[in-house]
């Protein structure tokens, strides 16, 4: 056989130019997607992750497996940017990255995490999720029946009530164009001192919440003004759905930061919203203040105002205004309005458009009425 032994020119080398060089680097970067995701393991890892945030001891819960191989796991994620780290005073939780899809990168994670929600999770891995939600909401509840009669001054640590309660009713008030709607249910109302203004707003007003000695609170402050159109349920968005609720708008100030997953309960509000309805909530934006989670027993520090705009449009709500309202020790309060569309549908949105956080107040026009 003849072999032929031409001299190389440079157009036969491979391209050294900056295009070349990008290019190899994207079929690397996807290449690394590809191989961290080639586990049954972490596959179901990040199945898991699909709407909620989880240390590595909770997935070592959910999936029966040793710390060190867990974090190895997670560890082959991360670099491929199939999760990311997000840290909560001092335990580091993990979840999903909000994604741009602008690269084949990118798109390929977003395929892969719709490919993989549309495998049912197996009833082991859900009871065990189960029980990781359950644990976090005990150690909420037993936070405000321990604190219950120091509520407000804990409170006050974070945020005085009029800061967020003022945007709140003002936003309520503007939407409702002087109508009363017929049913309103308030998730977590503490005190109670919200029900005041909401059973004006209202034939017939919900409290809800899972502290019985919180809600005795708001019950001895609906009697004392005779606040005759209120009732209270003991319990959370679940029991509510179990009881068939169902109402024209929801409210809830300073709630979704105390509860184990706060995505499922926006779903659950989404559910319980009549057609048309509005879910209006205050929160803190996110934050770094650790002591927060002692002093205060909040699971979460704070929401990226994008977190919460995903966890809407994957309810099929659409978004309203938002407030944004910096205060003086640091932390920012965001107030955001969701809507659910008029033809009822919950079809999924997508992703929703992200919103910039400002460190003063800002707001953006609604797109809906109620
Ligand atoms: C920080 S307090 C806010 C109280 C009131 N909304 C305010 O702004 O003054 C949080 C309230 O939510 C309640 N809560 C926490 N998790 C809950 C859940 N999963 N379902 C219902 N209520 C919950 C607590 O018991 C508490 O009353």
């Not at 604190?147 to 967020?164: C, D, G, K, R």
């Given at each position: 056989?003849?072999l ?5 020119n440079?157009?036969m ?11 190899a680097a994207d079929y690397?970067e996807?290449a690394?997607?590809?191989?961290a ?7 179901e ?5 699909e709407r909620?945030a989880y ?23 991360a670099?491929?940017?199939?999760v990311?780290?997000q840290r909560?005073g001092?335990?580091i939780f993990?979840?999903r ?8 990168a990118?798109?390929?994670r977003?395929q ?7 495998l ?5 891995t859900?009871d065990?999720i ?16 321990r604190y219950a009669?120091?509520f ?10 009029p ?8 936003m309520?008030?503007?939407?409702l164009?002087g109508?009363?709607?017929?049913r309103?249910?308030?998730i977590?109302?503490g005190e109670?001192?919200f029900l005041e ?7 017939s007003?919900?409290a809800l919440d899972?502290s019985?000695e919180?809600?005795q609170k ?14 209270f349920?003991?319990g959370?968005?679940?029991?509510a759905?179990?009881?068939?609720v169902s109402?024209?708008?929801i409210?809830?100030?300073m709630v979704?930061?105390h ?5 499922d ?7 319980l ?6 879910l209006?909530?205050?929160d ?14 909040d ?5 990226d ?14 978004e ?7 205060v003086?020790n640091g932390?920012?309060i965001q107030?955001?309005?969701f809507l659910?569309?008029?033809n ?7 992703e ?9 107040t800002?707001t953006?026009?609604?797109?809906c009425?109620?």
């Amino acid at each position: 056989m003849l072999l032929n032994f031409w001299p190389m020119n440079d157009s036969m080398l491979p391209h050294s130019d900056s295009a070349g060089t990008e290019a190899a680097a994207d079929y690397a970067e996807l290449a690394g997607v590809y191989k961290a995701c080639g586990d049954a393991l972490r596959l179901e890892i990040l199945r898991v992750l699909e709407r909620n945030a989880y240390g590595v001891l909770e997935l070592c819960s959910i999936f029966d497996v040793k710390q060190s191989a867990m974090s190895h796991h997670l560890k082959v994620l991360a670099k491929a940017r199939m999760v990311e780290a997000q840290r909560e005073g001092n335990s580091i939780f993990y979840r999903r990255p909000i994604l741009a899809g602008d690269d084949s990168a990118e798109l390929a994670r977003l395929q892969l995490y719709s490919n993989l929600d549309l495998l049912p999770l197996t009833t082991d891995t859900r009871d065990r999720i189960g029980n990781v939600g359950e644990q976090r909401a005990q150690q909420s509840q037993a936070f405000f029946s321990r604190y219950a009669e120091h509520f407000q001054a804990h409170q006050e640590l974070i945020a005085e009530y009029p800061l967020y309660a003022t945007p709140v009713r003002d936003m309520l008030q503007q939407q409702l164009a002087g109508e009363k709607v017929n049913r309103l249910l308030e998730i977590g109302p503490g005190e109670g001192a919200f029900l005041e203004d909401l059973s004006q707003m209202a034939d017939s007003v919900i409290a809800l919440d899972n502290s019985e000695e919180m809600l005795q609170k708001a019950r001895d402050f609906a009697d004392a003004r005779q606040l005759s159109n209120v009732r209270f349920i003991v319990g959370d968005t679940r029991s509510a759905l179990e009881q068939s609720v169902s109402v024209d708008v929801i409210v809830m100030n300073m709630v979704l930061h105390h509860v184990a997953s706060p995505a499922d309960m926006i779903r659950d509000c989404a559910a319980l919203l009549r057609p048309g309805g509005m879910l209006i909530l205050s929160d803190l934006s996110r934050h770094d203040q650790s002591w927060a989670r002692e002093s205060c027993g909040d699971l979460w520090l704070g929401f990226d105002s994008t977190e919460i705009s995903r966890w809407g449009a994957q309810s099929g709500l659409a978004e309203g205004e938002s407030i944004y309202i910096g205060v003086r020790n640091g932390f920012q309060i965001q107030v955001r309005q969701f809507l659910l569309p008029k033809n009822g549908n919950r079809a999924l949105t997508g992703e929703a458009a992200c919103q910039s956080e400002g460190s003063a107040t800002s707001t953006h026009p609604s797109h809906c009425n109620l």
